[in-house]
DNA sequence: TATATTTTTTAGTTTTGTCTAAAATTTAAA
DNA sequence: TTTAAATTTTAGACAAAACTAAAAAATATA
């Protein structure tokens, strides 16, 4: 498979789980910041790989083996990003970008043994889960903060927006996996939360909540 | 950089440290396993983005840009060699082709932090310099073990031929770098060795000596 | 339901890196 | 030193993956 197929299949996988529907060229399009045009060139050619099912102007969906494709490509793109922190101590928001590079890297064995030597992690640094050897995902309870009510507590599992922007934000407040968030109150007419985070109490715009997944605690 | 002018500019470098001499259109074609033609376009645009000096029909150097990005390339290489071998325990037999991909990655942050990961290894896991982060390589002496002299002692530093062939062969006598290896007589008739390592004495060939490099010793 | 708008596909180019076949140049041999 | 052989380059073609512009189909609107 071609980095390019693998690009592809990875963004099919990612807007299957987002809008679990058949998904549109232009979706596809917009998400690879690429034309529709050459989208459908690449459909065709995934189709005849049966790594898609296609039928002109109807959408794709992964067939069973685009899917397991996909999750082995999220897979080496997930455990690259654990190596890259707790290993080689990057911050979060530098490793997207590695292991967009690493996650095309072909060998079965060197992706097993990386596992193995990460001691099997079950999410990557931003919470998300990482498929095992046979594709299959763990998937942990979580919720946005933005659904908490004042006086519930949740721990930070996880971030939904990953960009670089968001993620220095949240290190600058000091929030990280593994947190503890407080909900002080929550103010009607902005939906902003007044939070407290270990000791340090302060306040977050409801933009904010809405991308920091937590588990329900207390 | 493409993966593609990468690997031309590998060739040109490997083939300067073998002939140390202008490097012929063909030389490259027959390492590479492609043809001459393809050699030459090549060459015309590593010229005109100053990687190489080319003059038509007189063969090709690198240019200090040129050797600069080598050495660069090199240097990935032998890092992730070692990271397999050290880290996720990969037999050294296997690691080169993992590594032949792996040195594509581009991300200067990440190879000097696996560098340091890897604490400033100078030598890749068949005992092949590694450059810095300058590009400065630290040669040590080192001769092969078919030059040595009866009742002479080595330590193994080296491999000349790194085939799977090979260093299977050698996993298999118990060779391995670090080994201290005595010639205890020499066939004049074939060159053949009769050696101790460690505690073991058997012969090998001239073949298997003159790849086979060693520090003198004792 | 007819028409307008949006989405998707097709057709035809472009770029990168390869190839084959033929021409040009260099090197070796007679 | 002329000819033969080997090497290298040029010219033209091809596949992959992208693009633009135009046509076709689906969807939304009046």
Redesign the interface.
Known sequence: MTFSEENYLKTIYHLTNLLDSEISTNAIAERMETKASSVTDMLKKLSEKDLVHYKKYQGVSLTDKGMHSAKMIVRKHRLWEVF?VD????PWD?VH??AE??EH???E??IN??DE?LNFPTEDPHGDPIPNANGQIVTIEKQLLSELTENQTGICVGVKDTSSEFLKYLDKQGIALGSKIEILSKESFDLSLKIKVETKDFTISNKIAANLFVKKSK
């Open positions: 890259l290993k080689l101590d990057f530098e970008d590695i590079q690493l890297i072909k060998s064995k060197l043994k990386l030597y």
